[in-house]
């Protein structure tokens, strides 16, 4: 049921900046976890950070001091400045939303398409 679309990836030259963005939809945005992930070419997925819903942040050591995660919950949107980027942070880029819902009761998982980030000179 939730939809999640990410914008923003392109190629910069190492060191350059980059903004992601995320639309969700969903009336309970502001419940969801929100988090972003990345896809190297041979490498699993990993976490790059996360954000809870009462702005709790959380980021992987390789992006710590460089990337910054926030979210906006009255545009349902969520997003990933990147500053100092190097090589390596070349990937596919994932937006990711988790909630728990009592009904069921289970925790739900969604994810994006993917935004292609590449840095390179």
């Known amino acids: 049921q939730v939809q999640l679309v990410e914008s923003g990836g392109g190629l910069v030259q190492p060191g350059g900046s980059l903004r992601l963005s995320c639309a969700a939809s969903?009336?309970?945005?502001?419940?969801?976890?929100m988090g972003w992930y990345r896809q190297a070419p041979g490498k699993e997925r990993e976490l790059v950070a996360t954000?809870?819903?009462?702005?709790?942040?959380n980021y992987a050591d390789s992006v710590k001091g460089r990337f910054t995660i926030s979210r906006d919950n009255a545009k349902n949107t969520m997003y990933l400045q990147m500053n100092s980027l190097k090589p390596e942070d070349t990937a596919v880029y994932y937006c990711?939303?988790?909630?728990?819902?009592?009904?069921?009761?289970?925790?739900?998982?969604?994810w994006g398409q993917g935004t292609q980030v590449t840095v390179s000179s």
């Open positions: 969903g009336s309970i945005f502001s419940t969801y976890i």
């Open positions: 954000v809870t819903s009462t702005g709790y942040t």
């Open positions: 990711n939303a988790r909630y728990f819902h009592g009904d069921s009761p289970r925790w739900y998982n969604y």
